[in-house]
């Protein structure tokens, strides 16, 4: 099966710095990668995602990048707000099947 | 559109007791899932569904049950909840093979 490792757990950052998360996957078969924004209380929520033949895509703000070769993919927040606070989990498919596996999390800390 | 919705949103059950997690969907969506999170370890899959009259195993399968009673819904059923199964359940829903899941807005669920 597959095996997504999330980077750092914790990470805390001064308003308008960057942050960046990272995630490793063991599949090679995954194809689609995710990345959920889950805010105190409240559910998962999609913020930006990437397919295998795109190595870069970008949304305003956020960006995720991906390595397919050594199979790993990232999340970078630019000019962060405090409102950017929240736990922040990537995941990967399994192949062409339809199952998900998710990374731990990283908590996300914006300090003012 | 409600997307996916979940009932109870909160469950306070004895060891030994049983109950239903109720999850349904009106986007109409081939594929459900029902995820556990607990603290530090993300999301977890238990069971899944690809489409309607097919149910298959997660990560977390034991203890567990489910039913995809038609394409709009798809219950998790515990059948004897046992203090380890203490958790916030989510369900979620998505279209094709590399599409969004959308998630409900959970059930907490607590076994004494």
């Known amino acids: 099966g597959e095996n997504v490792e999330q980077h750092p757990s914790t990470l805390s950052v001064q308003e308008g710095d960057s942050a960046v998360i990272k995630c490793t996957y063991s599949?090679?078969?995954?194809?689609?990668f995710p990345w959920y924004k889950q805010e105190l209380g409240k559910r998962p929520q999609l913020i930006i995602d990437i397919r295998s033949n795109v190595g870069e895509k970008k949304d305003q703000r956020i960006a995720v990048t991906l390595n397919k070769t050594a199979k790993h993919f990232s999340l970078h927040i630019t000019e962060t707000q405090p409102e950017d606070s929240a736990v922040y989990f990537c995941?990967?498919?399994?192949?062409?099947?339809?199952?998900?596996?998710f990374g731990s999390g990283t908590k996300l800390n914006v300090k003012p | 559109n409600a997307g996916v919705t979940q009932t109870p949103k909160f469950q306070v059950l004895k060891t030994g007791q049983s109950m239903t997690l109720q999850c349904a969907q009106d986007?109409?969506?081939?594929?459900m899932y029902w995820y556990r999170q607990d603290p530090g370890m993300g999301l977890r899959l238990i069971y899944y569904s690809a489409s309607e009259g097919t149910t298959d195993k997660g990560e977390v399968p034991n203890g567990y049950n489910v039913s995809r009673l038609n394409k709009r819904e798809f219950s998790l059923r515990l059948e004897s909840a046992a203090p380890s199964q203490t958790s916030v359940y989510f369900c979620a829903s998505k279209g094709g093979a590399q599409e969004t899941q959308y998630f409900g807005p959970g059930t907490r669920l607590l076994v004494l």
């Open positions: 599949d090679s078969a995954s194809n689609y």
């Open positions: 986007m109409n969506h081939n594929s």
């Open positions: 995941a990967a498919n399994l192949g062409n099947f339809n199952k998900f596996y």
